[in-house]
């Protein structure tokens, strides 16, 4: 089945840790997204990549890292430098880059607990 | 600021009547709308989506109306069931400019139906 994982479902971390939430999909996607939700505060784009190796931030990249060396992988670092990383993650990726027009698929989301 | 608003952080509707979400959107450039449906824990779910060139798209009990004049758009479910109860997201695009293929999402409602 094609679809877009994201592990842990739960992932509990130290402060001043840096942590690394996984993001793989194998929709053949071109486009791909991180967001955080916060209660009341919706969902807010952190990073994202529109095509291997290039990346733009997002309204809320500081404190997070990204990379896209593969096209069906995503994985976003959420570093010390974040102050408040306890938040419900999530992952989502587009049939299309720079489309305008495509439905955004979400993976199933980690949450982060930050300690 | 928001770009995508949902004013209405709560809505609750009995069974069977209609329950009717709103959205509004303050930048003129976007032209292409979406609706997510999202559980706690879960990531959303497509429900429905709109072009601008339309003013009202139908899939089985839901509807979306747009209207480009006031920039306001609304989505309608009828009948309501108790499986509906859930976070609903307003999402909108533009097809030009420097934003091209991110997605501005609003802050949700959450739909509760009951008996």
């Known amino acids: 089945d094609g679809g877009i994982t994201q592990s842990p479902k739960y992932l509990f971390r130290k402060e001043g840790q840096n942590v690394t939430l996984s993001c793989e999909q194998n929709?053949?996607?071109?486009?791909m997204y991180w967001y955080r939700q916060d209660p009341g505060q919706g969902l807010r784009l952190i990073y994202y990549?529109?095509?291997?190796?290039?990346?733009q931030k997002g309204d809320i990249a500081e404190g997070y890292s990204v990379s896209r060396e593969k096209k069906e992988s995503f994985p976003l670092t959420v570093t010390s430098a974040q102050k408040n990383p306890t938040a419900f993650y999530l992952c989502?990726?587009?049939?299309?880059?720079?489309?305008?027009?495509?439905?955004?698929?979400f993976g199933p989301g980690t949450r982060l607990t930050v300690l | 600021d928001q770009q995508v608003k949902q004013n209405s952080p709560s809505l609750s509707v009995q069974e069977g009547r209609i329950s009717i979400l709103n959205c509004d959107y303050t930048?003129?450039?976007?032209?292409?709308f979406l609706w997510y449906k999202k559980y706690p824990a879960e990531g959303p779910t497509f429900l429905i989506s709109?072009?601008?060139?339309?003013d009202k798209n139908e899939d089985g009990r839901f509807t979306v109306f747009l209207n480009k004049s006031a920039k306001h758009l609304s989505l309608h479910i009828v009948p309501s069931q108790p499986g509906d109860s859930a976070v609903y997201f307003c999402?909108?695009?533009?097809?030009?400019?420097?934003?091209?293929?991110?997605?501005?999402f609003g802050r949700g409602t959450q739909l509760t139906v009951w008996p």
């Open positions: 990549s529109q095509i291997v190796n290039d990346f």
């Open positions: 989502a990726s587009s049939i299309r880059a720079l489309s305008g027009r495509d439905t955004q698929y």
């Open positions: 999402a909108a695009s533009a097809r030009r400019g420097s934003t091209l293929g991110r997605l501005y």
């Open positions: 709109i072009s601008s060139i339309k």
């Open positions: 930048n003129s450039m976007f032209d292409y």
């Open positions: 929709l053949n996607h071109d486009a």
